[in-house]
């Protein structure tokens, strides 16, 4: 079992840069599949970023590539996403998700088998 535990969130303005966290519990998350995703009101929960371990490979969606960053370090056995030039259509609340590495797609959020409570992202124009 794994707990997820997302912080950083809070509300900036365009323009602004934010670091989100995602601190894990219970096991290692070093040999793990990552996900950030993301949840507007009335939107169904979209892929923004993940790392698969095996092999080691980072993506993004089209949306944020360029502006966001996903790493982790292993140590703290935490990941964050560090998001730059935030827009208004950036905001939702933001989860990170965990799996065991396999080679399945990691864009899909049905993929995850833990995820997190959540963090509010709220960027103003």
């Known amino acids: 079992q794994v707990q997820l535990v997302e912080s950083g969130g809070k509300l900036v303005q365009a323009g602004d840069s934010l670091t989100l966290s995602c601190a894990a519990s219970?096991?290692?998350?070093?040999?793990?599949?990552m996900g950030w995703f993301r949840q507007a009101p009335g939107k169904e929960r979209e892929f923004v970023s993940a790392?698969?371990?095996?092999?080691?490979?980072?993506y993004y969606a089209d949306s944020v590539k360029g502006r966001f960053v996903f790493f982790r370090d292993n140590v703290k056995n935490t990941l964050y996403l560090q998001m730059n030039n935030l827009k208004p259509e950036d905001t939702a609340v933001y989860y990170c998700?965990?799996?065991?590495?396999?080679?399945?797609?990691?864009?899909?959020?049905?993929?995850?088998?833990?995820w997190g409570q959540g963090t509010q992202v709220t960027v103003s124009s």
């Open positions: 219970g096991r290692t998350i070093v040999d793990y599949d």
């Open positions: 790392n698969r371990w095996n092999p080691d490979r980072t």
């Open positions: 998700a965990a799996r065991e590495s396999y080679s399945g797609d990691v864009v899909l959020p049905q993929r995850y088998d833990y």
